[in-house]
């Protein structure tokens, strides 16, 4: 029985290696877009795959699509790839696409609607294989709310002409109470929930005595309290500026509204030089008198050195302080009496200079 056996064992080596040498070829690995669902994952030597885009690809190239499996177990190679059909982005869409005029197979557009407004369509459209959109955009149409009721002994001021019994998100409106009364609160709107402000009492209001101003005064008014909504006004002494609105009134709090502010002028702190202010060249000596009006500009002269030549740099009067620049060197009396025209206000000016902006007060007058 030995032999017998031995030769048994022979055999099943031998079948063993004429089954396993012979060479196949696995699923052949391929890029995106590629129809796989056809492919199988076994192949003999000398089979042929032909590719094909899937749906929602177009082929990058016409030849070559086909690939053979080889005697080494490889496939030959495929030039092709399959790129997505695009979609056109909607027209309303494109100020968001960052430049983008089309989007992908498969790209999903999520919209969704401002505050106070309800969607009407879909909130989702798809890039389908044909390069269509699954849904149009939808619109978003503003939330309705009932007209509101008016304050007891009042009305109501519209912002815009309204018909009907509705009025839309955002609008609003001005509460008002019959003289000598006041609302509570003013102002009211159509609120994103569809809801309308409620109505404010109305109730007596007075201010005090209006404040006074430094630098300034009250024109045409009795020192006393003022009702709602009356008004006094301000002006400035001469030559100081008026910051704010001249008027203030008597508001629904019992507070004055914001008073102005009276802005002082400035001096021209250097006693040698030249500065170009109200569109003229001048000697500091014939800035006379030395008064430069707040918010007004003044430009002075520094030197560049390297260049030998001059450059201008504007300042601006601020309340009552004017920035010298830190670039400018006041001449000495010799220097200013006998050699002025050697100044940077009068040097040749430079071809690029610094540019011409307001200085920080790091150099005050």
């Given at each position: 029985?030995?032999?017998?056996?031995?030769l048994?064992?022979?055999?099943?080596?031998?079948?063993?290696?004429?089954?396993?040498?012979?060479?196949?070829?696995?699923?052949?690995?391929?890029?995106?877009?590629?129809?796989?669902?056809?492919?199988k994952?076994?192949?003999?030597v000398?089979?042929?795959?032909?590719?094909?885009?899937?749906?929602?690809?177009l082929p990058?190239?016409a030849t070559?699509?086909q690939?053979?499996?080889?005697t080494t177990g490889?496939?030959?190679?495929?030039?092709l790839?399959?790129?997505p059909k695009?979609c056109?982005?909607?027209?309303p869409?494109?100020?968001?696409?960052?430049?983008?005029?089309?989007?992908?197979f498969?790209?999903?557009?999520?919209?969704?609607?401002d505050?106070?407004?309800v969607?009407?369509?879909a909130?989702?459209?798809?890039?389908?294989?044909?390069?269509t959109?699954?849904?149009?955009?939808?619109?978003?149409?503003?939330v309705?709310c009932?007209?509101?009721?008016?304050?007891?002994n009042?009305?109501?001021?519209?912002?815009k002409?309204?018909?009907?019994s509705?009025?839309?998100?955002?609008q609003?409106w001005?509460?008002?109470?019959?003289?000598?009364k006041?609302?509570?609160?003013?102002r009211g709107?159509?609120?994103?929930?569809?809801?309308?402000t409620?109505?404010?009492?109305?109730?007596?209001?007075?201010c005090?005595?209006?404040?006074?101003?430094?630098?300034?005064?009250?024109?045409?008014?009795?020192?006393?309290q003022?009702?709602?909504?009356?008004?006094?006004?301000?002006?400035?002494?001469e030559?100081?500026?008026?910051?704010?609105d001249?008027?203030?009134?008597?508001?629904?709090?019992?507070?004055?509204?914001s008073?102005?502010?009276?802005?002082?002028?400035?001096?021209?702190?250097?006693?040698r030089?030249?500065?170009?202010y109200?569109a003229?060249k001048?000697w500091?000596a014939d800035l006379?008198p030395?008064r430069?009006?707040?918010?007004?500009?003044?430009?002075?002269?520094?030197?560049n050195?390297?260049e030998?030549?001059?450059?201008p740099?504007?300042?601006?009067c601020?309340?009552?302080?004017?920035?010298?620049?830190?670039?400018?060197?006041?001449?000495?009396?010799?220097?200013?009496?006998?050699?002025?025209?050697?100044?940077p206000s009068?040097?040749?000016?430079?071809v690029?200079?610094?540019?011409?902006?307001?200085?920080?007060?790091?150099?005050?007058?």
């Amino acid at each position: 029985m030995a032999p017998t056996l031995a030769l048994l064992v022979l055999c099943q080596v031998a079948l063993y290696t004429t089954v396993t040498s012979k060479k196949v070829c696995g699923r052949p690995l391929v890029t995106d877009g590629i129809e796989e669902l056809t492919l199988k994952h076994v192949y003999e030597v000398g089979e042929e795959v032909t590719l094909t885009c899937e749906q929602g690809y177009l082929p990058s190239t016409a030849t070559p699509r086909q690939m053979t499996c080889t005697t080494t177990g490889e496939w030959t190679q495929s030039d092709l790839a399959c790129a997505p059909k695009m979609c056109p982005i909607p027209g309303p869409l494109q100020p968001l696409a960052m430049g983008r005029t089309e989007a992908p197979f498969k790209s999903v557009l999520n919209y969704t609607c401002d505050d106070g407004y309800v969607m009407q369509g879909a909130n989702e459209s798809r890039c389908l294989h044909d390069g269509t959109w699954s849904n149009p955009p939808p619109l978003c149409k503003a939330v309705n709310c009932q007209l509101p009721r008016p304050p007891t002994n009042g009305k109501i001021a519209h912002d815009k002409p309204v018909t009907g019994s509705t009025t839309m998100y955002g609008q609003g409106w001005t509460y008002e109470c019959n003289p000598p009364k006041a609302p509570s609160y003013e102002r009211g709107y159509c609120m994103a929930d569809g809801g309308a402000t409620e109505p404010p009492v109305c109730r007596e209001v007075s201010c005090a005595i209006p404040p006074s101003i430094p630098n300034g005064f009250i024109t045409f008014a009795v020192m006393r309290q003022h009702g709602y909504k009356e008004k006094v006004k301000y002006a400035c002494n001469e030559h100081y500026h008026l910051d704010g609105d001249a008027e203030i009134q008597c508001q629904n709090t019992g507070n004055w509204s914001s008073k102005p502010v009276c802005r002082a002028p400035c001096k021209v702190g250097i006693k040698r030089g030249r500065i170009f202010y109200n569109a003229k060249k001048l000697w500091i000596a014939d800035l006379n008198p030395n008064r430069v009006l707040h918010g007004e500009h003044v430009v002075f002269y520094c030197l560049n050195k390297a260049e030998r030549c001059g450059y201008p740099v504007t300042t601006t009067c601020n309340d009552g302080t004017l920035p010298i620049p830190e670039c400018f060197n006041e001449p000495g009396k010799v220097e200013y009496t006998l050699r002025p025209k050697t100044l940077p206000s009068e040097i040749p000016m430079c071809v690029s200079s610094p540019p011409t902006i307001p200085t920080s007060p790091a150099r005050s007058a």
